[in-house]
Nanobody
Framework: QVQLVESGGGLVQAGDSLRLSCAAS????????MGWFRQAPGKEREFVAS????????YYAESVEGRFTISRDNSKNTMYLQMNSLKPEDTAVYYC?????????WGQGTQVTVSS
């Protein structure tokens, strides 16, 4: 069974950058379509980005297109989310997930807070 652990969240100012990591243990990630989701206070969890096992198919939510970059290193069983030009509306708990489009494994989440 795969277990996912996110890291890299924090408190930053608008315009700053952060890189989130999602490390997998228990089984390799190479066969999984992986993704990032986020949930802001009082809102439903929403899709942020996804990446195929090869990295050849990548999708972004319109709200992050051009600012966020998803990537993965299957040799390290790790997925990343590089977040640039952060905005206050990016404030949320960010979750990594495996098994998209219907994820069957989730991380515990990491808080990202962007101050204006």
């Amino acid at each position: 069974q795969v277990q996912l652990v996110e890291s890299g969240g924090g408190l930053v100012q608008a315009g700053d950058s952060l890189r989130l990591s999602c490390a997998a243990s228990g089984r390799g990630l190479s066969t999984y379509v992986m993704g990032w989701f986020r949930q802001a206070p009082g809102k439903e969890r929403e899709f942020v980005a996804s990446i195929s096992w090869s990295g050849g198919s990548i999708y972004y939510a319109e709200s992050v297109e051009g600012r966020f970059t998803i990537s993965r290193d299957n040799s390290k069983n790790t997925m990343y989310l590089q977040m640039n030009s952060l905005k206050p509306e990016d404030t949320a708990v960010y979750y990594c997930a495996g098994g998209l489009p219907d994820p069957d494994v989730w991380g515990q989440g990491t808080q990202v807070t962007v101050s204006s």
